[in-house]
């Protein structure tokens, strides 16, 4: 009994799942350092609304032994008719001394309409 009310929960999942559609794209490289940047962009469809997520972080290396990583978010909201579209930006640095200590993190973050 308890597999079919399963099965029938993941049909009915998969069904009314589908009328939302996701597309995700990630690109990203790693150096032998530890340095490296990934890319991420996903975009959510619902009916005439599109959600829109663009994510780019990177860590890069400091002269001194420590290490920068920057993350930048881009979030869209976009309704069909125009009225509600939001849009919001976020920019977060961290920077580590050489011993992996948090010497100073920085968050900023913009909407706009």
């Known amino acids: 009994m308890k597999i079919i009310a399963a099965i029938i929960a993941g049909l009915s999942l998969t069904t009314f799942g589908a009328e939302a559609a996701d597309e995700v794209k990630v690109e990203g490289h790693r150096n032998a350092d530890g340095t490296g940047q990934v890319k991420t962009s996903r975009k959510h469809r619902r009916g005439k609304t599109t959600d829109t997520t663009t994510t780019n972080h990177k860590v890069s290396k400091d002269v001194g032994g420590g290490s920068t990583e920057t993350k ?20 977060e640095t961290i920077k580590r001394d050489s011993t992996g200590k948090v010497i100073e993190h920085d968050t900023k973050t913009t909407q706009g309409k």
Request: hydrophobic content about 5%; proline content about 0%; overall charge negative.
């Open 72 to 91: 930048d978010s881009m979030r869209d909201h976009d309704t069909g008719s125009g009225g509600r579209d939001t849009k919001s930006e976020t920019k």
